[in-house]
C-alpha cells in the first residue's frame, strides 16, 4: 500500500489548479497529495494591482486555502520551502522537510530589476498581498503627511512613478488614475497637484499589443491625467525618487512613491535546485517537466516555454499558468495510475484584456479587438471565470467581480 | 454710517460660537464682523483622538464653516494668521490685513514639549484634523510594513507609544484598544504582537479625577491591552523609539509610532504680539479681555482663567471655551449698541466625562460618578449637545453620535 507521494509546491493558480484538479481526479488511496503553501491563502496575482491602488480590498483577491482544498484529498501545509533537492527527492521547508516521488513547482515569479541602482532598496514591487497593501498604505500616507510638511519638500508626496508600461504597469496607473480623485478628497489635496508618471525604456507602450489598442489606451489615459515618458530609462531609484535618460538627456523625478512594474523572473529556488535555468525560468519539455527530472514538473512563472509561430517565450500569464495547472494534474494521473495518455502542453490563448481601471480596457477576445466597457466587462467575465473553474458558483459570488459594468 | 468692525480669529470652540452668537445678536447694520480660519472647516478637537485612532472618520469630526455661518451677516476669509499688531487695532494674514474696532483671538492650542529632546521632530501630536489622519495612517502604514520587513526590525512597527495619561492621553489608549484588533485583521497580525504603552511621568493617571474613577478606568484598559508606565518620564524621542526612566532607571523602548499627548500651550502668535503671557495664555480680565486692551477679548487656550475655589488655572476645555464664546459675543454686542450690561465669565462646569473606547468612560456629571455605558452615553449627549447649540437639529442629525449605547 505505497501510495505516490505528489508535493506540490506553491498554492498560486498554477499550483492550486494542480492541486483541485487533483483533488477532482484521483480517490484519496491512489495518492497521497501534498500543498505548501506559505500564506494560509490563495490570490490572484493579475488582481493585486487594483489592492495596490487601493481600489479593491484585498480580502476580494485572496481566498483560503482550506476553502477550495479537500482535507481528506490533499494534506495542506503552511510553510515557507528554502531548499529543492531533486537527487534526494526531497524539499526542505523552514519547519520540516517532505519527500516527494512527483514534485510540482509553482513557487511564482520575483521581481527583475535588471540591476538599476538602488530600485531594491526603494521601489515597491507588486508582488504579494502583502506587498500590495504596503503600497496602498504608503501612497494613503504620503498624502496624508501633505498638509504637515512644508511647502518646499511636500510635491513629490503627491507624484507617484510607476516603471514600466507593459500589461501590470498600464493596469496599475489605470487604476491609481480613478483612485487618485478619492485620495484628493480624503486629504483636501488639488487634483491638479498630484502627478502620476510612467516611465518606459522601450519606444512603445504595452509591447506585442495592437497599436491602435495602444493609442486608445495611451490617450484615455492621458485624459486621466497620467503622464507617460516613453524610450526614457530608469538609471537609478533613490530615497527621493528617480533619475531617468531619454537619449542624452537626463532629468530627476522626486517623487515619494515608485513603483516597480517592469520586469519579473523566475523563482531563484529553482535555480539553486541545480535546473538548467535562465533568470529562474526552465526550459520544460513539451509535458511541464524538468529536462533530466521526469518527477519534477513546472507550472506558472519559472517554467519557459517557447512559442513556435514566432520562436519567442510566451509571457508569464495566469491564463497559461492555469491551463498548465490542468495539463500536469492530467498527466500526474496518468503517471500514478499507471494507464491513459500522457498529454503535451499547449497553450490556448482565448484573449488577453488590459484594464484601464475599473470601467476601461482595451483586448483581444477570441480574435476581436474591444476598447471600453466592452473589453471590461470581458475582463471580469474572465476574471469571474477563473473562480468558477477553482471554486464553482458559490467562490465566483463571494469573491467574483459581479459589477460587471 | 461707520459700522464697528469684530474680527475674529479662529474658528475652533471659542471663536465659532462668539460668530454663531453674534450673528443671531446683531444686525448686519449694526456691526461688520469677519471670520478668519485657516482652513475652510470647523472642527471639534475633542473629537481628534478618536480620528487618530482610526475609529472615526475625520469628516464626521469637522464641518464647512459656511454651513454655520450666514454670509450676509459674517464675512468668512479662508487665511492664516501670522502677526496681531494690537497698537494698531490690525491684524497681519499670509494674503492681506485687517483692521478692527474690537478683536476676539481664538487660535486654540500648540503642542509644548517642555524641551524634551526629540519629541518635537520623532512624535507626533494630536493637532488637528491634518494630524490626525496622518497619525491614523501612520499606525496603519506601520502594520502594513509588518510582513514584509525583517524579523529583526518589525516588533517595533507594533509597539505604539502615548506620552502623557491625561485626558486626551487615556481617550486615545482607549480607542487604540478598540482599534488594534480591527487592524490585526486588516494586516493578519497577531494581537499579541501589538503594544500600546502609555507612559506619563506624574505618579497617577488622570490627575484630579475621582481616583475610584480612576482605577476603573486603569483597570478596564488594561483588560483591553493598555500597558501603563507612571512615574515614568520620557526623557528622549528618537526616530527609533522613547528612552524613559523611573528613578534611577532607564529603559529604550522601540516603537515606529509615538504619540505626545502631555502638554498644551496658547497661541504664539498671543505672546508675539506683545500681550504678557505664559506659554502662550493670558491672565483675563473677568470679561475675557486682555489687561490693558479693551478691544481685544481672548476665547479658549490662549485664555488663563483662575478658579478661585483652589487657586488653579481652569483647564482648557472645550466647555469652558463654549461657554467663554457665549460670554463675550453678549459682551460684544453690549459694546457695539453702547447699552446694556457688560457680564462676568465664570465657567459653569456640568461635568467631565473621558471616554475609554466607544463603549465605555468614566466621568462625573452634575455631581455623580458614572462608569461604563452610562458615562459612554453621556459623553455622547455632551459631544451631540455642542452640535445642537452650534447648527440646530440638523447639524445633529448630520454629524451627530446618533448610536447612543
Given at each position: 500500500m505505497n501510495k505516490p507521494k505528489i508535493v506540490i509546491l506553491g498554492a498560486g493558480y498554477g499550483g492550486i489548479i494542480t492541486a483541485t484538479r487533483l483533488q477532482k481526479t484521483l480517490?484519496?488511496?491512489?495518492a497521497e497529495i501534498t500543498l505548501v503553501n506559505k500564506n494560509s491563502y490563495h490570490y490572484q496575482t493579475t488582481w493585486l494591482h487594483e489592492n495596490a491602488a487601493g481600489t479593491l480590498h484585498h480580502d476580494r483577491t485572496r481566498l483560503d486555502i482550506k476553502d477550495v482544498i479537500n482535507p481528506s484529498k490533499i494534506n495542506f501545509i503552511q510553510d515557507t520551502v528554502t531548499e529543492i533537492k531533486p537527487e534526494d527527492k526531497k524539499v526542505v521547508l523552514t519547519h520540516g522537510e517532505l519527500n516527494y516521488d512527483y514534485l510540482v513547482i509553482g513557487l511564482g515569479f520575483e521581481s527583475e530589476t535588471?540591476?538599476?541602482?538602488g530600485l531594491k532598496e526603494h521601489a515597491f514591487s507588486i508582488a504579494s498581498i502583502n506587498a500590495a497593501r504596503q503600497i496602498r498604505e504608503h501612497i494613503d500616507y504620503s498624502f496624508s503627511k501633505y498638509h504637515n510638511t512644508p511647502a518646499e519638500k511636500r510635491d513629490e508626496l503627491l507624484t507617484i512613478i510607476v516603471g514600466g508600461a507593459g500589461f501590470t504597469g498600464i493596469e496599475f496607473v489605470g487604476e491609481l488614475a480613478n483612485r487618485v480623485p478619492e485620495l484628493c478628497k480624503e486629504y483636501d489635496?488639488?487634483?491638479?497637484l498630484v502627478r502620476i508618471v510612467c516611465v518606459e525604456a522601450?519606444?512603445?507602450?504595452?509591447?506585442?499589443?495592437d497599436p491602435e489598442l495602444v493609442d486608445y489606451a495611451v490617450s484615455q489615459l492621458e485624459k486621466k491625467g497620467v503622464e507617460f515618458k516613453i524610450?526614457?530609462?530608469?538609471?537609478e531609484c533613490t530615497e527621493e525618487g528617480i533619475i531617468v535618460a531619454k537619449g542624452e538627456e537626463t532629468e530627476e523625478i522626486k517623487s515619494a512613491t515608485v513603483v516597480w512594474a517592469a520586469g519579473v523572473r523566475g523563482n531563484a529556488l529553482v535555480e539553486q535546485a541545480g535546473f538548467e535555468a535562465m533568470r529562474g525560468r526552465v526550459k520544460v519539455t513539451k509535458d511541464m517537466r524538468v529536462p533530466g527530472y521526469d518527477d519534477v514538473f513546472i507550472v506558472g512563472d519559472s517554467a519557459l516555454l517557447i512559442d513556435?509561430?514566432?520562436n519567442r517565450p510566451y509571457p508569464p500569464t495566469a491564463q497559461i499558468a492555469i491551463q498548465q495547472g490542468f495539463n500536469v494534474a492530467h498527466n500526474l494521473a496518468v503517471l500514478v495510475r499507471g494507464k491513459g495518455e500522457l498529454e503535451e502542453f499547449t497553450p490556448d490563448i482565448k484573449g488577453t484584456v488590459c484594464s484601464l481601471g475599473h470601467d476601461d480596457a482595451i483586448g483581444v477576445v477570441f480574435g476581436k479587438k474591444l476598447t471600453g466597457w466592452k473589453a471590461s466587462f470581458m475582463k471580469k467575465v474572465i476574471d469571474n471565470r477563473y473562480l468558477f473553474v477553482l471554486g464553482g458558483p458559490m467562490l465566483v459570488l463571494k469573491k467574483g467581480k459581479l459589477n460587471l459594468l
Open positions: 480517490s484519496a488511496n491512489e535588471f540591476g538599476i541602482k489635496i488639488d487634483r491638479d522601450a519606444p512603445m507602450v504595452l509591447p506585442g499589443f524610450g526614457t530609462a530608469i538609471k513556435e509561430v514566432n
